[in-house]
């Protein structure tokens, strides 16, 4: 597996002009075969510099520092929302994704999500759910390996889902959904993509019409 180490520049509208509205995409270092990064990847405000980045959270096990992505997914108080991911990748089958919807605060990141990482065996969502929230709710579905039971990495499996909607109160996203499938999915091994959310859908909208924010 090979990755492209290239900077990425972007540009995102900004309200105050002390904040730059150019954001700089930073990939993280990798060993001598490109595949384990070493350091984490960062989006930084501003043409140069490292004072006003975010990096997701590491620790020594999980350095995510590959591929960051970045998307506009909507505005906050002026400012945009935007979701950032960046992968960690052990030179084996698998990857994990970090995933982050950031805002500015004073010139620096915010990060709205709490912990959010997703194996690549899963599949994410931003749904507008107007019912619910005038931002997008993100639904995230990843897969249970029930290894002691004979499960292979890529078979069939149960998912874990979640969803997380903004709360205006504490302004923040808080997880208003999460459960275990009983039906199993097709992996890795049968399809090229991951579709769980779809399917679920009608038992995740009713989950967040009955949860009540914290």
């Given at each position: 597996?090979?990755?492209?180490?290239?900077?990425?520049?972007?540009?995102?509208?900004?309200?105050?002009?002390?904040?730059?509205?150019q954001?700089?995409?930073?990939?993280?270092?990798?060993?001598?075969?490109?595949?384990?990064?070493?350091?984490?990847?960062?989006?930084?405000?501003?043409?140069?510099?490292?004072?006003?980045?975010?990096?997701?959270?590491?620790?020594?096990?999980?350095?995510?520092?590959?591929?960051?992505k970045?998307?506009?997914?909507?505005?906050?108080?002026?400012?945009?929302?935007?979701?950032?991911?960046?992968?960690?990748?052990?030179?084996?089958s698998g990857?994990?994704?970090?995933?982050?919807?950031?805002?500015?605060?004073?010139?620096?990141?915010?990060?709205?999500?709490?912990?959010?990482?997703?194996?690549?065996?899963?599949?994410?969502?931003?749904?507008?759910?107007p019912?619910?929230?005038?931002?997008?709710?993100?639904?995230?579905?990843?897969?249970?390996?029930?290894?002691?039971?004979?499960?292979?990495?890529?078979?069939?499996?149960?998912y874990?889902?979640?969803?997380?909607?903004?709360?205006?109160?504490?302004?923040?996203?808080?997880?208003?959904?999460?459960?275990?499938?009983?039906?199993?999915?097709?992996?890795?091994?049968?399809?090229?993509?991951i579709?769980?959310?779809?399917?679920?859908?009608?038992?995740?909208?009713?989950?967040?019409?009955?949860?009540?924010?914290?």
């Open positions: 597996m090979q990755f492209n180490r290239v900077i990425g520049l972007f540009v995102l509208s900004a309200s105050s002009v002390a904040c730059s509205a954001y700089r995409l930073l990939p993280g270092e990798a060993n001598s075969d490109g595949c384990l990064p070493t350091t984490p990847a960062r989006i930084c405000l501003g043409h140069t510099g490292t004072e006003h980045c975010y990096t997701p959270p590491n620790d020594k096990s999980y350095v995510f520092g590959l591929e960051p970045a998307l506009a997914v909507g505005q906050l108080n002026g400012h945009e929302l935007t979701l950032f991911s960046s992968m960690f990748y052990g030179c084996g990857t994990l994704t970090s995933y982050a919807l950031l805002t500015v605060n004073h010139c620096e990141f915010v990060n709205l999500l709490p912990e959010v990482e997703l194996t690549n065996q899963s599949e994410f969502k931003l749904w507008n759910l019912q619910f929230s005038h931002l997008p709710v993100l639904v995230t579905a990843d897969f249970i390996w029930e290894f002691e039971a004979g499960e292979t990495h890529f078979a069939p499996h149960r874990r889902i979640e969803a997380f909607v903004f709360n205006a109160k504490s302004g923040r996203y808080l997880q208003r959904v999460r459960y275990e499938t009983t039906k199993k999915y097709p992996g890795l091994d049968e399809v090229d993509e579709r769980v959310l779809t399917a679920e859908r009608p038992t995740i909208l009713g989950n967040i019409g009955q949860s009540q924010p914290n």
